[in-house]
């Protein structure tokens, strides 16, 4: 019986609630878009955290689990003003294809591969691609770079590779770009004002640290070097570890081997950096726990307005309702039941928010998914986390007026005027 009384009063709370919204549609209003944005900030940052948290964890998979990375430059979030003192590492010498080489005669070692990434106008016909990524690989790159296949047509040989060939393997996306729906298989396109023979096409899935889905043109590194004027300073190595070998005895046996190149005594300190896919997560996790942390911020403000709102509002109708409390009291109305049906108001008004916040933040998310490589994706723990929110904001700011009604002297509330 007494749970019925309280669904009864809960669905009359609702009732009051919406009837105290048409009647103060500005109040109302404040009330509503404050906890709609701050519901909205989180369901569209948790939407692209979760999305994005998606494509790197599955950047990581194809890379292989046991695959590191040799740098000139180590990941660093110490504050450098660009001299040798605070930048200690711009004084490490460039990594060389000779480094390469020698890793990949290491036992230890399955692949090793050079790359290095530059950005070049392509052409075709009269079809122009500013601005396009051009990647130079060694011909082991569809070993080490395991995020797709080459289909039509094929990867450039050793050969190819040690000669310089003008050859190219382009994206799905840059083929479609210059070619549309013609075959792209041995066209000549212009790459920085030089003739590359397309040899294949890449199929690859878009990732967030990939860039996204923008073209791709990929040629030997040889060429790169020879035709392109590439940055050779920039060149990083992978390292795939053979079958059965740990990472870390890989990793001494590169370690070993590049101090040796680099003549270092055993106090001096390494001039190169090891990367490991555990580094680069956590590096990953840093930079968007601060996301988090904004995300946290703009929705707590958000939050505030609503409440002050809903402090705001609930005042006014505790005062315009004085009278009502005081019949519904001389009736035999409970403390408790005012606290209560004043608590399901301002609950009511936070969740309304909450709703049109959960909706505008899919959309949100939708259209993030649709037009960019962050595979955004609403999670349940979003939702649950953004009606938990409202309502405690709802109960939080709500609390003071509902005490307020509750406390009314009957006799004083039926004099009220």
């Not at 020698?102 to 530059?118: F, K, N, Q, T, W």
């Not at 003008?166 to 212009?190: C, H, Q, W, Y």
């Amino acid at each position: 019986m007494q749970l019925h009384m309280r669904v009864l009063n809960a669905l009359e709370g609702v009732v009051i609630a919406l009837d105290a919204i048409r009647a103060n549609k500005a109040r109302a209003a404040l009330t509503i878009l404050g906890v709609a944005v701050g519901v909205f900030v989180v369901v569209v940052i948790s939407a692209a955290i979760h999305g994005i948290n998606a494509s790197v964890a599955k950047d990581f998979e194809s890379a292989g689990p046991t695959t590191f990375f040799v740098s000139r430059f180590p990941i660093s979030f110490e504050a450098c003003d660009g001299s040798g003192e605070t930048c200690r590492w711009l004084r490490n010498p460039p990594l060389t294809l000779d480094d390469a080489r020698a890793m990949s005669r290491l036992e230890s070692a399955r692949a090793v591969g050079a790359r290095l990434d530059m950005t070049r106008p392509v052409k075709y016909r009269d079809r122009t691609l500013s601005g396009t990524n051009v990647i130079g690989f060694t011909p082991n790159w569809t070993i080490i770079d395991g995020a797709g296949d080459i289909s039509p047509g094929r990867s450039f040989t050793q050969g190819e590779a040690t000669a310089g060939a003008r050859v190219a393997v382009i994206s799905t996306t840059a083929a479609e770009n210059l070619f549309g729906e013609s075959d792209p298989l041995d066209k000549m396109i212009d790459i920085s004002g030089q003739q590359f023979k397309v040899i294949g096409v890449y199929q690859y899935e878009a990732s967030f640290l990939a860039g996204g889905d923008r073209p791709r043109i990929i040629v030997p590194i040889e060429t790169a070097r020879r035709t392109l004027n590439a940055p050779m300073w920039s060149i990083g190595i992978v390292v795939v570890p053979r079958a059965g070998v740990p990472r870390d005895v890989a990793i001494d046996d590169v370690t070993a081997l590049m101090r040796a190149r680099h003549a270092l005594r055993p106090s001096v300190e390494s001039n190169f950096a090891i990367i490991t896919q555990d580094q680069l997560f956590d590096t990953y996790n840093k930079i968007f726990g601060m996301f988090f942390l904004v995300m946290i911020a703009l929705s707590a403000v958000g939050l505030i307005v609503g409440g002050v709102g809903v402090v705001a509002i609930m005042m006014i109708s505790v005062t315009e309702r004085t009278r009502e409390i005081g019949v519904r009291k001389a009736l035999g109305a409970t403390r408790g039941t005012i606290l209560w049906q004043f608590l399901v108001e301002a609950v009511t008004l936070t969740g309304i928010g909450a709703i049109i916040g959960l909706i505008a933040g899919a959309g949100t998310a939708f259209l993030i998914k649709s037009v960019s490589p962050i595979a955004a994706s609403v999670p349940p723990a979003a939702v649950v986390a953004a009606l938990l929110a409202s309502a405690f904001t709802g109960i939080l700011f709500g609390m003071l007026p509902a005490m307020r009604a509750a406390g009314l002297d009957p006799v004083v509330a039926l004099r009220y005027e």
